[in-house]
C-alpha cells in the first residue's frame, strides 16, 4: 500500500464549478499536511496547510480527519489557472527522530475548460 | 519569501558522462537540504537528506556511489549524477528548510535527459 493515496483522476470541470480531491495516508504517526500545486514542467508550490479544524483560503478549503487519516481539498468557482496537478503531501517524523520527512502522492491532475 | 535556485535547469548529456547540478538557498540558510526526483506522471520521490558538513542520507534504493552528494555549506548542495545513463532521465529537484522550521521550499528543478 502506499504512503499516500490519491484519485489520480483525470478532473475535467468546467470554470465555475466545485471540486474536491482526496487523500489517504497509512502512517498514523503522520504530524502535518499540506496541499501543493505543480504545474506542468514545474516545481511543486505549497497551496495551503492542512489543520484538523478545517481551514480556508479564498476559494480553497482543506479538511484533515485524523481518526480516518483522510485529507480533501475542495475548490470552489473552479477558474482556468486553477488547471494542475495538486499533491497530496504529509509530513513524518522519521524513525531517527531528529528529522521530518515529506511523502507525497501521485498526484490528482485538474483541468478547468472554459 | 525563501528563494531556493538549481543550476542547470536543463541539461543533456552523452551516456557515460558525469552531470552536477547546484541547488542554492538565495536569501537565507539551509541546514537541511532535500533532492527529489520525479519522473513523467509519477510523484516526487525522494532521493536523499543532506545536511551541511555531515554525509547524506539516502533512501533505500537510490545509489550513493552513483548520486553524490556534497553539502558544503549552508547555501549549497550539489548533486552530482555519475557515470550516467538513459534510464537516469529524469526532473531532479531540491528542496531547501530553514533550521528550525518545517516548510520546505523547492528549488525549480533540473531536467535532465541523457541520450
Known amino acids: 500500500r502506499k504512503e499516500v493515496e490519491q484519485d489520480p483522476g483525470p478532473f475535467n470541470v468546467p470554470e465555475g464549478a466545485t471540486v474536491a480531491f482526496n487523500c489517504t495516508y497509512s502512517?498514523?504517526?503522520?504530524?502535518?499536511f499540506f496541499w501543493y500545486r505543480q504545474d506542468c514542467r514545474k516545481e511543486p508550490k505549497l497551496l495551503m496547510s492542512?489543520?484538523?479544524s478545517g481551514n480556508e483560503d479564498g476559494r480553497f478549503t482543506a479538511q484533515l480527519n485524523r481518526a480516518s487519516q483522510y485529507i480533501s481539498l475542495l475548490i470552489r468557482d473552479s477558474k482556468l489557472s486553477d488547471s494542475a496537478t495538486y499533491l497530496c503531501?504529509?509530513?513524518?517524523?522519521?524513525?531517527?527522530?531528529?528529522?521530518?520527512?515529506?511523502?507525497f502522492g501521485s498526484g490528482t491532475q485538474l483541468t478547468v475548460l472554459p | 519569501g525563501a528563494v531556493v535556485s538549481q543550476h542547470p535547469s536543463r541539461v543533456i548529456c552523452k551516456s557515460g558522462t558525469s552531470v552536477k547540478i547546484e541547488c542554492r538557498s538565495l536569501?537565507?540558510?539551509?541546514?537541511?537540504m532535500f533532492w527529489y526526483r520525479q519522473f513523467p506522471k509519477q510523484s516526487l520521490m525522494l532521493m536523499a537528506t543532506?545536511?551541511?558538513?555531515?554525509?547524506?542520507?539516502?533512501e533505500q534504493g537510490v545509489e550513493k556511489d552513483k548520486f553524490l552528494i556534497n553539502h558544503a555549506s549552508l547555501t549549497l548542495s550539489t548533486l552530482t549524477v555519475t557515470s550516467a545513463h538513459p534510464e537516469d532521465s529524469s526532473f531532479y529537484i531540491c528542496?531547501?528548510?530553514?533550521?528550525?522550521?518545517?516548510?520546505?521550499?523547492f528549488g525549480p528543478g533540473t531536467r535532465l535527459l541523457v541520450l
Open positions: 543532506s545536511n551541511e558538513g555531515s554525509k547524506a542520507t539516502y
Open positions: 528542496s531547501a528548510i530553514l533550521a528550525g522550521q518545517e516548510t520546505q521550499y
Open positions: 536569501d537565507f540558510q539551509a541546514t537541511t
Open positions: 503531501v504529509v509530513n513524518t517524523l522519521i524513525s531517527s527522530g531528529s528529522a521530518r520527512q515529506l511523502t
Open positions: 502512517n498514523s504517526a503522520s504530524q502535518s
Open positions: 492542512v489543520y484538523s
